[in-house]
Every structure is written in structure tokens, then in C-alpha cells.
């Protein structure tokens, strides 16, 4: 009895190529996501909207590959140099346009993610029918299949947790048009007696993979050149992780921090927000000793903090170790934190904090909640009712718990929607504001069991705040005064479509 024949050469290489294609393709459909939503916000929205243009285009994609009848060899040669060029250079091409042409981000955006999810639609179809020369219809489909959904869970993986925190998505995407280039190459040598024109599809190899790989040895140089475009001051630390991208810049108004291109303090005046961050509620609640940070991963809140000698300990959590590294490692970042989170006193732990705070049964005399504003569903959650009620399980009896709570001013709805949520959970609200100038007038809440007191004592060296000019932040002008709102709960996240209706008012 005969043994079933083995694949042969040409079978394997051309399976190969379908896993190749398939995480390259879904690269550039992640990396589209991604920068949306670093610069549009609402990473549900942009994701949702990216992966539906990208999808639909494939379709397309592939209902145009009936079109295409002779030489499927040189077509599937020049779709992958396509989308080598095109997926590849889809990040930089984005990041240099954000950072130079604003206004023409959305439409190149979904420009580029049409065109790359057309060709991609167009690269599986005409591989199978390369392969049904000699493949039987049902192993054809199921083997192609299989190549391409293993490509697709290799790259789900490695994106977020190794190709973005180690390259970056600009060196990543053309890692990948590299990659698609490979691909071409091996076609070009698998049909060299097939293709009419070699000399030619040579030529455009060599110079797609000479493009590529003079844009990968520049990629630093195109990423600066957008950054410093996009940020003004000259940047001293740019580090991706796999939750964000974190940028310092120096410039006339000392250290800013950016996270995904939106500004988190500026040192001109972080004092201001820090000071009545923290003051209000530990000068009022008379002997904290425990205290929990969450979010405030730079360590400006702890170093307000260790103004109290009778603190005996503060857990810091923050989400992602890259920032508590460069904050406590940094010369120039400690020195502005004053060494904060290298204080014996301090405890960091890198996790999530809804988790965190689902976990240890430990309380605390006071929490402080610094979190980015609500620009996605992932930090969303972070403002529910879920969340505070999590919260007010870890807060002692007498304790107090302080939320910053974005602008008063300028998003009163989302402002006053988060003072709606933590009462819903039977704590007691005492809303106060503060004029920060790199972010204008700014908003705080602080949450309780027990009446909040003005502080008789505040801790020396204080820059912005005194004994007399506290309870003037609780009192709310008519523009800023409390409106009527929904409870942001985590099955409709109302706060994050709030925040982003109010803030786009400002920079449509």
C-alpha cells in the first residue's frame, strides 16, 4: 500500500507565505487601531470603525481577485510589494501627518486602511488558486484557512506585549512591510520561469525592500522628526509600552509629561495641581498613616504625601512599570519628585487597579484616585459605579478619598456625571476646584462616610495653597454650578461619551 505523497516544495512555501500575509495584514489593521485611538481617543470607537473599514475593504478585495484570470503569479508579486509599501509605511506615513497636516489625519487614516485591506482581500484569493493547480478543493481551503487564523493569533499576542513596547509602531509596521517584501522575493524565485517580465519584477523588489529597509534604519529619525513636530520642546525620554506612549519634553516651561500625546503636568505649575490634589484631605483628616495612590505613577502625589511624618506607609498602583521606572530612575524625573517613590515608606505595585482593588482586603485612611481623564472604555471603567463602590470598601471608617474629575468648565456634564456616580455607591461628595494654567480651572471630589473639615494646618513649603484659601475651591460659580446627571456605570460607560462630546467642543 503506497503512502500518501508529502507536500511538496512549493505547497509549503506558499502556506508559509499565507501565515506571513495573515500577521502582516492584521498588523497593519492593529496598528491603524491603535493610532486612532492614541490620537483620536475612544479606543472602542476607533477600533470598531478601523476593523470594520478594513474588513469590508477585504471583502472587496477579494470579490475584485475574480477579475484577475492570467499570470497569478506576477499579480500576487505585485499585490505584496503593494502592501509591503503601503501597510509598511502606513504608521510613519500617519505619525508625519498628525504631526504636520492635523486636519488630514481621519482621512488618510481610513484612506490607507481601505487600501491596505483591498489588497489584503485580494492576496488570500489568489494564493488558493495558485495552490488549487495541486491541492485538492478541501484540503486547499483547510489548509489555507489554518495558515492564515495561526498568522492572526501569532501577531494578537506578540503586538501588544512584545512588537509595540520593544520596536514601536512605526519600526513595527515596516518590520512587517519587510516581511510582505520577503514574501515577494520568495514568489519571484518560487515562478521565476513563469514571469514574464523578470528583470523587471527584480527591480521593484530590490527597491521595495531598499525603501523599507532605508525608512527601518530612519525609523528613530521619522519618529522624532513627527514627535518634535507634534510636541515643540526638544524630548528628552520617548518610551512605548504595551498601555500607552509615554513622552517628556523640556522647553521654557521645564518638564511635561505626555501619555499617547496628551499632557499630564507641566513642572510650571504641577505644584498647583498636586498641592490641591493631595492637601484638602490629608491636612483634614488629622492622623493618616496609611495611604493608597492609584494612577500617579510619577510620583509627584507621593511627594506630597511624604510632607506628613506620621505616614507610615503609601501604596503606590500604576498600571504600567515603565512609568514608575523612569519616575524613580531618571536623574531629571526624581529630581522633580524628589525621590519620591524611592522613599522606604513607598510600595509600588504594577497592576491594574480594579483588580487591585477586587483583591487585598487591606484599608486604608486615605486614597487618592489620579487617573487620566476618561478618553476610552478602558480608563472608563475606572470612573464607575463598580469602581467606588470596590473604593469605599478599602476606605477606613473615618477615612477620606479624593478623585480628580477633569474640568468643571469645560466638560460640567462629565465633571458633575462622576460626583453623581460616587454617591450613588452611599459615600458623600464635597466637589472643589483649582486654577491649574497648563489645563485651566481643574476639578477634584472628595468622597466619605464622615463630613469633610476644613484643615486648621497645612505642611510647610507649600507653593499654592494656604489655611485661608481652601474652602473658597468648594465654593462653584453659576458657569460651573452642579447639572443633572447619569450614573457612569461599566454596562454604558456614559462618562466616556460625555467627556468626548464636551471636550470636542473645544478642539473639534
Known sequence: MKEAPGPRPLEVA??????????????????????????????????????????????????????????????????ELLVALVGGGLPAVLFLTHAWQPEAFRPLLYGLVLLVGLLVGLEIPLVMRILKRNVQLRELVSQVLTFDYLGALAVSIAFPLLLVPQLGLIRTGLLFGLMNAIVALWALWLFRHELRRFAAHVVACLLTVGALGAAMAGSQQITSLAEDRFYQDRIVVAESSPWQ??????????????????????????????????????AAHGAPRKVAVLGGGDGLAVRELLRYPQVESITLVDLDPN?????????????????????????????????????????????????PDPTN???????????????????????????????????????????NTIESVGLRTFPYHANVPSFGE??????????????????????????????????????????????????????????????GKLHP
Open 245 to 282: 506612549r509615554i513622552v517628556v519634553t523640556q522647553g521654557r516651561a521645564g518638564l511635561r509629561l505626555f501619555l499617547n500625546g496628551n499632557l499630564q503636568f507641566s513642572q510650571s505649575d504641577e505644584y498647583r495641581y498636586h498641592e490641591a490634589l493631595v492637601h484638602p484631605v490629608m
Open 14 to 79: 506558499l502556506l508559509a507565505s499565507v501565515f506571513v500575509v495573515a500577521a502582516c495584514g492584521l498588523v497593519y489593521e492593529l496598528a491603524a487601531g491603535a493610532l486612532a485611538s492614541y490620537v483620536l481617543g475612544d479606543s472602542v470607537l476607533q477600533f470598531s470603525t478601523v476593523i470594520g473599514t478594513y474588513l469590508f475593504a477585504m471583502g472587496v478585495g477579494s470579490w475584485l481577485s475574480r477579475f484577475f484570470e492570467r499570470q497569478l503569479p506576477a499579480h500576487f508579486l505585485r499585490i
Open 377 to 419: 472604555f478602558s480608563i472608563g471603567k475606572l470612573y464607575t459605579n463598580a469602581f467606588y463602590a470596590l473604593l469605599e470598601k478599602r476606605l477606613a471608617a473615618s477615612g477620606y478619598a479624593v478623585v480628580q474629575t477633569t474640568s468643571p468648565l469645560v466638560a460640567r456634564e462629565s465633571f458633575w456625571t462622576v460626583v
Open 442 to 503: 481643574w476639578g477634584f471630589v472628595v468622597a466619605s462616610r464622615r463630613p469633610w473639615r476644613k484643615p486648621d494646618a497645612l505642611p510647610d513649603g507649600l507653593r499654592f495653597l494656604t489655611v485661608e484659601g481652601v474652602p473658597p475651591l468648594f465654593d462653584f460659580p453659576r458657569d460651573m454650578a452642579r447639572v443633572p446627571t447619569d450614573v457612569n456605570r461599566l454596562a454604558n460607560q456614559v462618562l466616556v461619551t460625555t467627556y468626548e462630546r464636551e471636550w
Open 323 to 371: 512609568m514608575t521606572r523612569l519616575f524613580s530612575t531618571d536623574p531629571a524625573l526624581v529630581a522633580l519628585n524628589d525621590g519620591a517613590l524611592r522613599s522606604p515608606k513607598v510600595r509600588v505595585v504594577n497592576t491594574d487597579a480594579f483588580r487591585w482593588l477586587q483583591g487585598e482586603g487591606e484599608v486604608f485612611d486615605v486614597i487618592l484616585v489620579d487617573f
